[in-house]
């Protein structure tokens, strides 16, 4: 029973222990509002011990137990482990109910598996147990989370089907389902057709989602994605926050319309707009999103000095800014710019990725300048081996190096010839 528990962690069994000295052995009962407080995913090794524990004690486990487990697990993003206790629980002839159910594809949801989950609404089924609105809501999470919008579609059709109630939870799920795959006529038909009809009012999450759809179109739609932001804005409406914005920010870059896309940073960075009495600042994610939008026009400078406006704002730093900076330099043919940047990353001791690395590598050899390119490399692959990590190498920068070693070695040979003339 231990070992299909896995680890414990003691604390479980702490508890266990203060509440005997004061009162008759534990039940099934105790031993279940004992599992319920233990919901905080940290606590996820002191639930299976308590589970443990129970068996080692002769306690029968019930519904009520394996749905307090999976809960826990689902909310530690133990996905596996939630499904081991379902089949475990089956096996012990202990029936899963409803709430069972919805919490193992809460679980599925969170780590984006959605094809178990779907599993799970089949076996539900065979199980004679109905789906209700938090299992649907949870399989459609779980489709979202996996790019499976199709598949969230039927899913909210076949509620109706069945006559359960979807809620807000429900349509975001959908509508977030459509924005991965940039279905934006089908998430604008729940936003402003679906979910009135149902009688719900959508809030800045299904905005949010709806504005991300209009972000990833093809083309994207970035005059769909600011009406959206403007109906936020307007009397009555949920108050956009900051993945308004940067969806907006976002859709204008990928349109190409980098000074739109700097324009609205700037009015975030004004304080220009209001959250819960609040102004809003920007956060790490609108000046990627602006560097990004600067990038795509193969405007250098204007990213160049859009990543130092952001390393002087004392925001948190990742890799990705720079990398857009850097593209951005690579494709105005800016080799030095792109190298330096790169500097940059090492100084502030961020991870290089192999994305980057063969962004510089490209922008120098496009320049001929091969030198300089083998000059970058190398002391990203010392700082890799000192620190033991990964070099930030793929297969592509193992077939730039070899090219850039031929044209180095012909450029040394035509300076040597040259010289000799």
């Known amino acids: 029973d231990g070992g299909a528990d896995g680890g414990g962690g003691g604390g479980g069994g702490a508890v266990e222990a203060e509440v005997e000295e004061v009162s008759p052995p534990l039940d099934t009962a105790h031993y279940n509002v004992l599992l319920s407080c233990l919901s905080r995913p940290r606590r996820w090794k ?15 486990r019930d519904t009520s137990t394996y749905n307090a487990l999976i809960s826990v697990m689902k909310a530690a993003g133990k996905w596996k482990l939630a499904l081991k206790l379902l089949r475990r629980m089956r096996s012990e002839g202990v029936p899963p109910d409803t709430i069972t159910f919805s919490a193992a594809m809460a679980a599925c949801a969170r780590g984006g598996e959605w094809r ?24 459609i999470s779980a489709c979202e989370k996996g790019g499976e919008w199709a598949r969230a579609l039927r899913l909210l059709r076949q509620m109706g089907d069945e006559r359960v109630p ?10 977030g389902a459509c924005a991965k795959g940039g279905e934006w006529e089908r998430a604008m038909s729940l936003l402003t057709e679906a979910m009135p009809a149902e009688g719900i009012t959508p809030d800045s999450v299904s905005y949010n989602a709806a504005i991300t759809a209009h972000a990833n179109a093809q083309p994207a739609r970035p005059d769909g994605a600011l009406s959206l932001l403007r109906a936020m804005e307007g009397e009555g409406g949920s108050p956009p926050d900051n993945f308004s914005y940067n969806g907006v920010i976002s ?15 700037r009015q975030l960075a004004a304080g220009e707009v209001a959250h819960g009495g609040e102004a809003l600042s920007p956060d790490l994610v609108s000046y990627t999103a602006a ?14 000095a ?7 704002s004392g925001l948190p730093l990742s890799i990705l800014p720079f990398s857009k900076a850097i593209a951005a330099a690579a494709k105005a043919g800016e080799w030095r710019v792109a190298c330096a940047t790169l500097v940059q990353v090492s100084s502030l001791q961020l991870r290089h990725n192999a994305l980057t690395t063969n962004l510089v590598l490209r922008a120098c050899d496009v320049a ?8 970058a490399l190398l002391p990203l692959l010392r700082e890799s081996a000192a620190a033991g990590v990964a070099s930030p190498a793929d297969e592509e920068t193992l077939e730039l190096v070899p090219h850039l070693l031929r044209r180095a070695a012909e450029a040394a040979e035509a300076a040597e010839v040259a010289e000799a003339a």
């Open 116 to 139: 178990s989950a779907l599993l799970l609404m089949g076996s539900m089924r065979q199980a004679g147990v109905r789906p209700n609105t938090v299992t649907f809501s949870a399989a």
């Open 46 to 60: 002191e639930a299976l011990e308590l589970s443990a524990r129970m068996g080692e004690r002769g306690v029968q």
């Open 166 to 175: 979807p809620d807000l939870i429900t349509f975001n799920a959908a509508i």
């Open 251 to 265: 859709a204008f870059g990928r349109a190409g319309r980098w000074e739109e896309a700097v324009a609205l940073l």
């Open 291 to 304: 560097i990004s939008a600067c990038a795509e026009a193969g405007r250098a400078a204007e990213a160049a």
């Open 368 to 375: 001929g300048e091969p030198a300089a390119a083998l000059s």
């Open 306 to 312: 859009l990543l130092e406006e952001l390393r002087s």
